[in-house]
């Protein structure tokens, strides 16, 4: 058995110190960096997350693995939904929730009119009193917890949209958003919607090891992925969920493709299960919706921070790191 990629990890970085994925960083939450744990005790836990998703049984494994079926494609595609048009929504009143789930003072200086206050690590606690009789739409900081979360909110059974580039990158970069917002906290409507026990056991350890794991909410930073290629390392797989042409046009180094978009579940046998997977995409949407899901169907994986990105923005041409096309 090859070395867990944490010990890899734990060897190659002297300092030992991990990027986490903070705030308005890029991870959806304020939380600022947590150090690394020993090699051992990552690897224990992708272990527990593997037998939580076993003991799951049949639900959570069909559910999962329907997610890219259960959706309409076409202009809503990726499973998100670009400021503006949901701003086109408000004003048409659809009948709908608002899901914020960055951190309590962060809705509290300004949130989408509307919206509803669950922050990330309380999802489990709330997941039955979310409606699965209308569309959910979320947002984080930039898109990426929230991407996560209408993934499991999709597996769940309620229909959960992702607001595109969450609040830092999204809403508050669109056109008149101020009109759209505002200071008043909302609550849920009552109403209870049973989720599947298997279900709702698996997402609820989910968040749980999300939150105080050493990835925080695994988003694994680009330096290390750096770090783990430059030492050619095997103990790991890369997969890109960039589209075809893109993938072709330049990709990270070892990097597997499997495109995102309807049926691509269908490609997942591709993909090793003795080892950690780091999925990465354009900015890090994406690749959470499918990393949310490989994890309900046992893998141990990460969503690289920021995705690709690009020069001078987020990712890893932000730091101009190489790209192969072989």
Same mark, same amino acid.
């Given at each position: ?8 990890l734990a060897l190659?970085l002297?300092? =030992?110190a991990?990027a986490?994925c *903070? #705030?308005?960083?890029? +991870? /959806?939450?304020?939380?600022? !960096?947590? &150090? ?5 005790s990552?690897?224990? =836990?992708?272990s527990?997350a593997a *037998? #939580?998703?076993?003991? +799951? /049984?049949?639900?959570?494994? !069909?559910a &999962? ?6 959706f309409?494609? =076409? ?7 670009k ?7 408000i004003?048409?009143?659809e009948?709908?929730?608002?899901l ?6 962060a809705?509290?200086?300004s ?5 509803v206050?669950?922050p ?6 709330n997941l ?6 209308k ?26 949209i992702n607001?595109?580039?969450?609040w830092?990158?999204?809403i508050?970069?669109a ?11 909302n ?5 209870s919607y049973p ?9 609820t ?6 939150d ?7 988003n694994?930073?680009?330096d ?13 797989t ?10 072709a ?5 070892g990097?597997i ?6 049926g691509?579940q269908n490609?997942f ?15 890090g949407?994406t690749a ?5 899901v ?6 141990e994986a990460?969503n690289?921070n920021?995705?690709m990105g690009?020069s001078?923005n ?13």
């Open positions: 058995m090859k070395k867990k990629l944490a010990l890899t190659m002297v300092t =030992g991990l986490a *903070g #705030g308005s960083s890029g +991870s /959806g939450t304020s939380t600022s !960096t947590a &150090a690394a744990d020993t090699g051992a990552a690897a224990a =836990g992708a527990e *037998g #939580g998703a076993e003991a +799951s /049984g049949d639900a959570l494994q !069909t &999962a693995m329907e997610y890219f079926n259960n309409p494609w =076409g202009d809503i595609g990726n499973n998100q939904i400021p503006a048009d949901l701003f086109g929504k004003d048409a009143g009948d709908m929730v608002i914020d789930i960055r951190q309590a003072d809705y509290g200086e949130h989408l009119k509307g919206a206050n669950i990330y690590q309380d999802i489990p606690a039955e009193k979310l409606p699965d009789d569309t959910i739409y979320v947002n984080c900081y930039t898109g990426q917890t929230s991407s996560q979360t209408v993934a499991l909110l999709n597996i769940a059974g309620k229909y959960a607001i595109q580039s969450g830092n990158r999204g508050s970069q056109d008149g958003f101020e009109d759209y917002t505002e200071t008043t906290a609550e849920l409507p009552d109403g989720v599947d026990e298997a279900i709702k056991t698996a997402i350890n989910y968040y749980s090891e999300a105080g794991h050493n990835y925080k909410y695994f694994f930073p680009v290390d992925l750096k770090a783990l290629v430059d030492a050619g390392s095997e103990d790991y890369i997969l890109s969920v960039r589209q075809a042409e893109d993938y046009k330049g990709h990270i180094a990097a493709n499997i495109p995102f978009g309807q691509m490609s046998s591709e993909i090793p299960t003795d080892k950690p997977v780091v999925v990465y995409c354009y900015t949407q959470s919706q499918v990393m949310a490989l994890r309900m169907l046992g893998h990460y690289l920021g995705g690009s001078g987020f990712g890893w041409l932000e730091k101009d790191y190489p790209v192969v096309t072989d």
